[in-house]
């Protein structure tokens, strides 16, 4: 039974175009992430949000909306896609707000064509 | 600035032997660090967390140590398999939303 899961798992798309991950997690976590990884395998904070509630946004462009309809759910949606935003994505979930264990998903690969 | 290198950046080991990847931090407070371990194409998982009053933490073949006054730590793997081919990243937590996350060390282990 996964504990984080995130649709879909590869995404090719075209320059301009809107698309949306999904991300669920069943292990009960008040906190979920999203994090993005270039192709040099770094991982970059993006968003997290606590109870539905947004508590860091990093600098990322506003073409990133997130949005958490309840606090097992952290959906990503991005506008006008470029070129940049190539990268994986993962979800992640932790317990506790910052000091916890985070708990990633597979990640979703986000090829921008 | 609260950073985290790795070292070294990839490294290529035969099966059964042992190695050491490195993880230097500035991140100031220090609550914990964490080694994770990433598959390809799958998300980080963690092996070990270590305290500042923790030195050394062993997960099966994986030990992790923590020097808190020189801000270093390692993570050995012993009699290494070849499903220990991954990248390896350390992060560091300093007990507030940031953490702080090292580039991963690419390790590859050949039969």
């Known amino acids: 039974d996964t504990a984080v899961s995130q649709t879909p798992k590869y995404l090719v798309t075209q320059m301009g175009n809107d698309k949306s991950i999904k991300c669920e997690q069943n292990l009960g976590h008040d906190t979920m992430y999203w994090y993005k990884q270039d192709s040099k395998k770094f991982l970059k904070i993006m968003f997290s949000?606590?109870?539905?509630?947004?508590?860091i946004n990093e600098t990322v462009p506003n073409r990133f909306s997130p949005k958490s309809p309840d606090k097992a759910h952290l959906n990503l949606h991005i506008n006008s896609l470029e070129l940049g935003d190539s990268a994986v994505y993962f979800c992640a979930s932790s317990l506790g707000t910052y000091t916890g264990e985070l708990f990633f998903g597979e990640g979703s690969r986000l090829t921008v064509l | 600035k609260n950073q985290v290198e790795q070292s070294p950046q990839s490294l290529i080991i035969l099966e059964g032997k042992n190695c050491t990847l490195q993880c230097n931090y500035t991140v100031s407070p220090f609550s914990n660090l964490r080694w994770y371990k990433q598959d390809t194409g799958r998300g980080p998982v963690s092996l070990t967390i270590m305290t500042f009053s923790e030195n050394t933490k062993s997960n099966g073949r994986y030990t992790a140590t923590l020097d808190a006054d020189t801000k270093q730590s390692s993570l050995h793997i012993t009699a290494s398999q070849l499903s220990d081919s991954a990248s390896y990243i350390c992060?560091?937590?300093?007990?507030?939303?940031?953490?702080?996350f090292g580039a991963g060390t690419t390790v590859t282990v050949r039969a």
């Open positions: 992060v560091v937590s300093r007990g507030d939303y940031k953490l702080s």
């Open positions: 949000y606590n109870n539905k509630e947004l508590i």
